[in-house]
């Protein structure tokens, strides 16, 4: 038997580093080649690295939310034959090595006084390890965001990983009805109730330290100003649904999103000083010809940007379609960097959410920001009359360093005349 030390590979495009995600082995598991093993952050994008070779897990270099230099060995295995374990020896020794815990003295056994508390219920399972009263379960933020969505504690559910590491499979087992001591022991029909004291610790890395970072950078630095205005949608909602009702053969179903983004580009052509870059070292606003817009997307892994580019050169089947495509690919996690980066101008939708009004903080370094809400029947009054018309709010959030209120405001007021009148969106 062998080592195999593997180094953080070279993903390319510059990145000389990258965080720690998530890690999807454990010491003592065995892997194939080509497993995921390591979720790793760039500036730009998320990367699973994957087994370079068959082997059990020997050593981890690296916890979640570490930056790991490309060429540091971040993982070793133990293979069949000789490995390559000279691949480790000019490298450096980890800032902390892993420490043996002092074997303690038994103490004597306390007088009998009141019952011993029970170990955390554990499912039925082959090999489940119980845990100590009070200890933290051990799981993967995977495992745990799974949890946390089918509304399971973990301190209920056995673990049959190394060290009581709860697993998927361990979760399945859990959510399948395998029946824990304290369910068990719980007669028919018994909903009884506890009192629960639990915490639990989650490091910001990753995407959402990405996330937050980006947020401070843009709120700390940009004196935003916020413009609402509401827009009649009915007659868009008309030619909505009979665009959907005789589109070709192939053809994406429409949104509002795809005529906002048609009225985007002829307001922006208006209004040219909200469709730039404000570069606040320099000193230097670039106004950008090219309309390529952001859509914020939320996915499982936290909120990105994905960009359509270049919407002043497509038709609404066009820009619904490349809308549709760029969005999901970032929620299937396929989006390249370049499909994640370069926007002029950012849309964040709330949809089915809805709400009367926000404050979206501006993608820096972009100078503005619209905020769509979803489109609902309300009751107006025109000449006079009350009518019940579709209504949309849209909110907007704007660099008052470079837009001025004025041009802020003209800006929505342009895209609330289009999309009441949309066939001027077409002209």
């Not at 949104?255 to 909200?274: D, H, S």
């Not at 100078?367 to 209504?391: F, M, P, Q, S, T």
Request: a negative charge; proline letters at 7%; hydrophobic letters at 40%.
């Amino acid at each position: 038997m062998g080592t195999f030390a593997f180094k953080l590979p070279d993903i390319g495009e510059g990145v000389v580093e990258g965080e720690v995600v998530e890690w999807m082995v454990a010491k003592g598991d065995t892997v194939k080649e080509d497993d995921p093993i390591l979720s790793v952050m760039t500036d730009k994008a998320t990367v699973e690295i994957p087994a370079p070779c068959d082997g059990t897990v020997t050593k981890i270099i690296g916890d979640a939310g570490d930056i790991l230099p490309v060429g540091v060995v971040c993982i070793e295995f133990e293979v069949e034959g000789d490995g390559n374990a000279s691949a480790s020896e000019d490298e450096p020794a980890p800032a902390e090595e892993e420490k043996t815990e002092p074997v303690a003295e038994p103490e004597p056994a306390p007088e009998p006084s009141e019952p011993e508390p029970a170990p955390a219920p554990v499912a039925v399972a082959g090999s489940a390890v119980e845990r100590a009263p009070g200890t933290k379960p051990l799981a993967s933020p995977a495992v745990r965001q799974r949890a946390r969505a089918a509304g399971v504690d973990l301190y209920h559910v056995a673990g049959s990983g190394p060290a009581g590491r709860i697993t998927h499979a361990d979760l399945d087992v859990h959510l399948s009805g395998g029946a824990s001591r304290a369910t068990a022991s719980m007669p028919m029909g018994s909903s009884a109730k506890v009192a629960k004291t639990g915490t639990e610790e989650i490091k910001v890395i990753g995407l959402r330290r990405k996330i937050a970072d980006s947020m401070m950078a843009s709120y700390s630095t940009i004196p935003h100003f916020s413009y609402f205005e509401e827009v009649d949608v009915t007659e868009l909602e008309s030619l909505r649904q009979h665009l959907n009702a005789t589109r070709p053969e192939g053809a994406p179903k429409l949104t509002y999103l795809p005529f906002i983004m048609l009225a985007l580009v002829k307001g922006l052509g208006q209004r040219p000083e909200c469709n730039a870059l404000f570069d606040d070292e320099a000193g230097v606003v670039t106004r950008h010809e090219a309309i390529h817009l952001g859509i914020a997307t939320q996915t499982d892994r936290g909120l990105y940007v994905p960009v359509v580019k270049h919407v002043e050169a497509m038709d609404v089947w066009t820009a619904a379609a490349e809308m549709g495509r760029v969005t999901q690919a970032t929620r299937d996690g396929k989006a390249g960097a370049d499909e994640l980066s370069g926007s002029t101008f950012t849309i964040t939708s709330l949809g089915r959410m809805g709400g009367l009004g926000a404050t979206p903080i501006i993608n820096k370094p972009e100078v503005g920001i619209l905020g769509v809400h979803n489109a609902k029947d309300r009751a107006v009054v025109i000449d006079g009359r009350v009518e019940v018309r579709r209504i949309m709010n849209l909110s907007s959030s704007w660099d008052h360093r470079v837009v001025d209120g004025h041009d802020g405001a003209s800006l929505v007021q342009l895209l609330k005349s289009m999309l009441e009148h949309p066939a001027t969106i077409f002209m």
